[in-house]
């Protein structure tokens, strides 16, 4: 089992930057791959970015240039600048262990005023 802890959303002004933080914790051999998803009320939740083991990383075309997924041992970051007021969503972390089981957070907000 692998528990994720969300931290660093927050409400910010356009053209600001944030930067989330997950750790997963708990009994796993490795995880596999870590990302960032959101969700805005009535839409599905998007991929954001996403990092695997070897440290290929995969954005949305709509974050390229603006955010920055790293990893460290257990944890990823989600590095956001020049935030738009259509970034506002709840973000969420997913991992995937080494028996590809798949976790998430519990979401954190982002909030973006224009």
């Known amino acids: 089992q692998v528990q994720l802890v969300e931290s660093g959303g927050g409400l910010v002004q356009a053209g600001g930057s944030l930067r989330l933080s997950c750790a997963a914790s708990?009994?796993?051999?490795?995880?596999?791959?870590m990302g960032w998803y959101r969700q805005v009320p009535g839409k599905q939740r998007e991929l954001v970015a996403k990092?695997?083991?070897?440290?290929s990383t995969t954005y949305a075309d709509s974050v390229k240039g603006r955010f920055t997924i790293s990893r460290g041992r257990n944890t990823i970051y989600l590095q956001m600048n020049s935030l738009k007021s259509e970034d506002t969503a709840v973000y969420f972390c997913?991992?995937?262990?080494?028996?590809?089981?798949?976790?998430w957070g519990q979401g954190t907000q982002v909030t973006v005023s224009s």
């Open positions: 990092i695997i083991s070897r440290g």
């Open positions: 997913k991992a995937v262990d080494d028996r590809l089981r798949t976790y």
């Open positions: 708990g009994t796993f051999v490795s995880i596999n791959t």
